[in-house]
């Protein structure tokens, strides 16, 4: 039988050589920054910033941060090859092209998004009759 050497045993670089073990200390601060970052969100959705837009754009840019440090601490991408970055990144751009193209369109049909939970409060152009117990409220919302 041939023995292996104690390198070719080792787990920790999965066949590419690359060590990728964070410290403790290292994730721990992580996890507290990412709880930090969500209670700056859940004091951020409190906030008015102008419009909706600016709202979503604030979320936007905390949730990444928070998804970024959860890549690159928590699924070890810090620590792996360059071109998994080069992947990640261009995932990256490809979502925030979706996303910067539905935040374009939305003015096309703003004007028909209704806000409300009230049943009684319906676009103007729909045709779907209301509730009986919306009788005395008919105006619909131009």
Do not use: N
Not at 26 to 49: E, G, M, R, Y
């Amino acid at each position: 039988m041939a023995s292996h050497s104690s390198a070719a045993d080792s787990h920790d670089d999965h066949g590419h050589g690359l060590s990728h073990v964070a410290s403790a200390k290292i994730l721990v601060s992580v996890f507290v920054v990412l709880l930090c970052l969500t209670l700056l969100t859940v004091f951020a959705s409190h906030i008015d910033f102008g419009s909706r837009a600016a709202d979503i754009g604030v979320a936007l840019v905390i949730a990444v941060i928070k998804a970024s440090l959860v890549i690159l601490y928590f699924m070890h991408l810090r620590y792996d090859r360059p071109f998994h970055s080069v992947l990640v990144c261009v995932g990256l751009l490809a979502a925030a092209l979706f996303v910067t193209f539905t935040l374009v369109d939305r003015s096309q049909y703003e004007d028909q998004v209704i806000w409300s939970t009230d049943p009684c409060v319906r676009p103007a152009m729909e045709l779907a009759p209301l509730p009986p117990s919306c009788a005395q409220a008919t105006r619909p919302v131009p």
